[in-house]
């Protein structure tokens, strides 16, 4: 007997569909990409001051600097600002 309380395949498959898609003007990329590259920047200058803030304002430590930065990255070469180089080369100190 199927459980009730579970969505079916074709609820989830619609659900999907109805998610907007969202294009961005390449100079506006551009400009947020180097905004996220700035903040890594930041970030990597400022760890021990800013980590102990973001650790209270998160709440839990399984997220912190280094994971802020590793989103940072991730987005800016989504975006198309960086070659990924952080994301697929040795890891950063």
């Known amino acids: 007997m199927p459980c009730r309380n579970v969505p079916s395949l074709t609820h989830l498959t619609r659900k999907l569909a109805d998610v907007p898609s969202l294009s961005l003007d390449a100079g506006d990329a551009a400009e ?49 600002g960086s070659d990924g180089e952080s994301l697929f080369g040795p890891p950063r100190p």
Not at 65 to 78: E, G, K, P, S, V
């Open 32 to 80: 947020l990409a180097e905004m996220l590259q700035f903040l890594s920047s930041w970030l990597t200058a400022e760890d021990s001051d800013l980590g102990a803030s973001l650790g209270r304002f998160v709440g839990h430590p399984a997220y912190g600097i280094t994971q802020l930065r590793a989103d940072l990255d991730r987005f800016t070469f989504l975006l198309g």
